[in-house]
Nanobody
Framework: QVQLVESGGGLVQAGGSLRLSCAASGRTFSRYAMGWFRQAPGKGREFVAVVGSTGVSRLYADSVKGRFTIYRDNAKNTVYLQMNSLKAEDTAVYYC????????????????WGQGTQVTVSS
């Protein structure tokens, strides 16, 4: 099973940018769809974005569409989440996850999860 490690979180002012990275172990990374989820304090985990195994197909939550970009580098076994125009409501722990499905947007469709990285946006 693939193992995932996120990095790149931190504190940023509203309107700023961050890029999250998720490094995967194993030689099967390119077979997985990769997703990003987030969990704000006191709330459940929500879907943010997913990219298909080849990197061509992508889906976004309406709340981040036009501001966030998900992409992957299969040669580096890494998926990224570029976050621009950040808002206070983007504050959350961000998780990457791997799925054998096709562009899944629900948690139960994912087989492996990272430990999460904190993103805090100050207003």
């Amino acid at each position: 099973q693939v193992q995932l490690v996120e990095s790149g979180g931190g504190l940023v002012q509203a309107g700023g940018s961050l890029r999250l990275s998720c490094a995967a172990s194993g030689r099967t990374f390119s077979r997985y769809a990769m997703g990003w989820f987030r969990q704000a304090p006191g709330k459940g985990r929500e879907f943010v974005a997913v990219v298909g195994s080849t990197g061509v197909s992508r889906l976004y939550a309406d709340s981040v569409k036009g501001r966030f970009t998900i992409y992957r580098d299969n040669a580096k076994n890494t998926v990224y989440l570029q976050m621009n125009s950040l808002k206070a409501e983007d504050t959350a722990v961000y998780y990457c996850a791997a799925s054998g499905g096709i562009l899944p947007i629900t948690e139960r469709r994912y087989d492996a999860w990272g430990q999460g990285t904190q993103v805090t946006v100050s207003s």
